[in-house]
């Protein structure tokens, strides 16, 4: 066991004599360190009243690995029950768009991992890939009003709005391949 003491005057804040972190154990993480018996870590800033003992406390370390078929895009190591954090960016295929990442056991799933998705245990995410559509508005002459490129399924937005020849009101949109409109 390694003792680090420093002297400090009451109400002065640690500052530069919080001790770095120590190596931690097989599988672990070092999580701070802990005030007394309390729930709280010290910080630079933490201001010392009194004789205080400090224990260094460490945490299961999980890893999450992102991975594009044999590629792997990138390797986090986080403490057991922490969220994962910003999500690497990957290139979708030509003629197709990234939905999210998934849990490579799940490959099926529309569970995508979120930035505050919070991970328990070492898992392998892969990138969920959809083919786009082309959607194309045109006005009641056949010329394009907008065009969107969407991953198949999704929901379209807010529609645009087309101009309706005179003394007409634009009604909404039909499919080419429909008598049905759409509002």
């Known amino acids: 066991t ?9 109400g002065d804040a640690l500052g530069t ?18 005030i007394g018996n309390t729930a709280e870590y010290a910080t630079a800033e933490t201001v010392i009243n009194a004789d205080t003992t400090y224990t260094a406390v460490f945490t299961d370390k999980v890893t999450v690995i992102f991975k594009n078929g044999e590629t792997v895009v990138a390797t986090r190591e986080l ?33 995508y991992l979120t930035a505050d998705t919070v ?3 070492s898992k392998t995410y892969i990138p969920a890939f959809s083919n786009d559509v082309t959607v194309t508005f045109k006005n009641s002459e056949g010329t394009p009003v907008k065009t969107l490129v969407l991953p198949s399924g999704s929901k379209v937005g807010t529609l645009p709005l087309a101009e309706a020849p005179a003394g007409q009101s634009f009604a909404g ?3 080419e391949d429909s008598a049905e409109g759409s509002t």
Do not use: M
């Open 2 to 10: 390694e003792t680090t003491k420093a002297t400090l005057n009451k």
């Open 17 to 34: 004599n919080l001790p770095a972190a120590p190596a931690a154990p097989e599988g672990k993480l070092f999580a701070g360190w802990q």
């Open 79 to 111: 403490a057991a029950g922490t969220a994962v954090g910003e999500l690497p960016t990957v290139e979708a295929p030509a003629g197709q768009s990234l939905l999210g990442w998934v849990d490579a056991d799940s490959a099926d799933s529309t569970d």
């Open 119 to 121: 991970i328990t245990e």
């Open 173 to 175: 949109w039909i499919a």
